[in-house]
């Protein structure tokens, strides 16, 4: 096995490794199919991510082999944006037990009030004030836009490339301000070729998801449900983390501080697929509000228990997830206590 490093000073790493060569710390991060572990060697640049159950390897080769066929540009943006996979590890049996994927940095993680360093995901930036708690300090309007922007430039970038984001959610973001806005999307071995069919397991956040999936009027997210996913995040970020498509509200934030320039856009994105906006367009909207936004953190007052956002993971989803799932939305302020511990 080699760890040498290039030329660029990226690890040298076959496509395939065996899980025995692996050295690896406890682990990190911890979800209902996977364990995220620190690997030792590779210039401390990646992670081993270990499935619960092993996988099919044909699309995770393939986001491997993608990795591997990048010219340097566009492999150094990969690199800064993503936790994309470079490996993939199999077990003793042949079979994928997890990946080698690329490591964000330490500017994506936040030193806690708690003693404790937590990757610095978009639940710090949506509830703010909880994060403060925990000594996360909280970003101006403009530096919110200015993440949402670098975001839909990332999603755009996987776009002109045929990719989409199955799983786009706040947990699934990291993002610093320093040395500039930006952002890194984890989760990228839920990156599929657009409209491709596929028996595979689908791993999505229900909250976050477009009601054309939960719905099964379309098997698997898709362009449409990217912009639906960033009309969410835009929503969210500006304007309030507790705003639903459904709530009724009449404005998106509280004081009504969402940018009044997005609301078109943003109607569009939560309607009929054909009418949602582009990505382009996003980025156009986000860019022509930018400059008249404050400079200053906009003091907005929360909601007393924020509604769960529950993650499926490993099935595709049913009718019965479906009214199961639901059913947990309603009675969300129960698991509230849950967004909490990602700040501790």
Not at 304 to 321: C, Y
Request: proline share 8%.
């Amino acid at each position: 096995m080699s760890t040498g490093t290039t030329r660029a000073g990226w690890p040298s790493v076959p496509q395939r490794l065996k899980e025995a060569e692996i050295r690896h710390a406890v682990p990190g991060s911890k979800g209902g199919a996977s364990t995220v572990f620190t690997a030792f060697g590779y210039a401390d640049r990646l992670m081993y991510k270990k499935y619960t159950e092993p996988r099919d390897p044909a699309a995770l080769d393939r986001l491997v082999e993608l990795h591997a066929a990048m010219d340097a540009e566009s492999a150094g943006y990969a690199r800064d944006h993503m936790a994309w996979p470079v490996a993939t590890v199999r077990a003793a049996d042949g079979q994928v037990a997890g990946l080698m994927v690329i490591r964000a940095d330490m500017t994506f993680h936040a030193h806690l009030s708690t003693s404790r360093v937590r990757v610095r995901d978009f639940n710090y930036l949506l509830y703010e004030d909880r994060a403060a708690r925990v000594g996360v300090p909280p970003a101006t309007v403009r530096q919110k836009a200015a993440l949402l922007r670098d975001l839909v430039s990332v999603l755009l970038w996987l776009d002109e490339r045929g990719l989409v984001h199955e799983d786009l959610a706040a947990h699934n973001v990291l993002w610093r301000l320093e040395p500039e806005a930006t952002v890194f999307l984890l989760d990228c071995d839920s990156l599929r070729p657009a409209g491709e069919a596929t028996g595979q397991p689908l791993f999505t956040t229900v909250d976050w998801t477009d009601p054309r999936v939960l719905g099964e009027e379309v098997a698997r997210p898709d362009r449409a449900s990217t912009s639906y996913a960033v009309g969410l995040l835009v929503a969210r970020v500006l304007g309030s983390p507790y705003w639903r498509p459904a709530s009724g509200e009449g404005s998106i934030g509280p004081g009504g501080g969402f940018p009044p320039a997005l609301e078109p856009l943003l109607d569009a994105a939560v309607g009929p697929a054909a009418n949602r906006p582009s990505l382009r367009t996003w980025l156009d909207g986000i860019d022509g509000i930018a400059g008249a936004l404050p400079a200053v953190r906009r003091v907005r007052e929360a909601p007393p228990t924020p509604p769960a956002t529950l993650r499926v993971e490993g099935q595709t989803i049913g009718l019965n997830d479906r009214l199961a799932l639901l059913a947990g939305l309603v009675i969300g302020a129960l698991a509230a206590v849950l967004v909490m511990v990602r700040f501790l």
